[in-house]
């Protein structure tokens, strides 16, 4: 196993020395989530508990208090950003007693003024919310009386936001401010009253399409994957 380990080292050092450095692809890359991956997303949040459970990723509310509003992520870390000219596709997702789906963010730093910010698009199954560090409220009404979808469709490119539900376009808009994505997230959202542990989601399968990716990073992460199996 070591000689085979220590032969697929030199073929992957061998074959970067050949690959021109600015050359990049646009990769597809996929989670079926039938295994943890610690180098591929990384939970940012205290208020939830996220596992893989029978070929699906699952997320449950476990708040620290009651009475206010929650924001938990489950960041993309396979490829880090910044991010253009992307789809994601989720299958069979749904939440209950909370809201959940795909956030799509860009850092902001004013010269001026010293501050960074986060911006966010928020792409929920049933509804979707603007957010500038996290701070959104979650009110009772939903644009969509759609909890749970067989396929979440989401395009970006170059400002514009395309969301499309189980084959039908649910959001076109362009905002120039965002002319890239710094991180794609999960997102768990709602408002904790005296129950503080309820609020459940799930996904079956995760796709993005059109990861901008150098032949050499690829290598890398290809590498990544062989040693953890």
Known sequence: MKNIAHTLVAVIIAYAFLIPLQSAEAVLWEDHFDREAEEDWQHKGNDSVWTIEDGFLKAEIQAQEQWRAI??????????GPYND???????VGATRARFGIALAKHFHDPTTKIDEHGYYLFFTNDMYPSRNGDVFIGPGQRWNTDELQQ???HFKDGRFRLNADGE???DFTDANFNHIDTIAFVLAGFVTEDVNIGT????TFTIDGLAVSPIRKLATTWAHLKTE
């Open 201 to 204: 989601a799930w996904v079956d």
């Open 71 to 80: 924001f938990e992520r489950y960041q993309f870390i396979a490829y880090p």
């Open 169 to 171: 376009s649910r959001i």
């Open 152 to 154: 979440m469709e989401l």
């Open 86 to 92: 992307f789809t994601i596709t989720l299958e069979t």
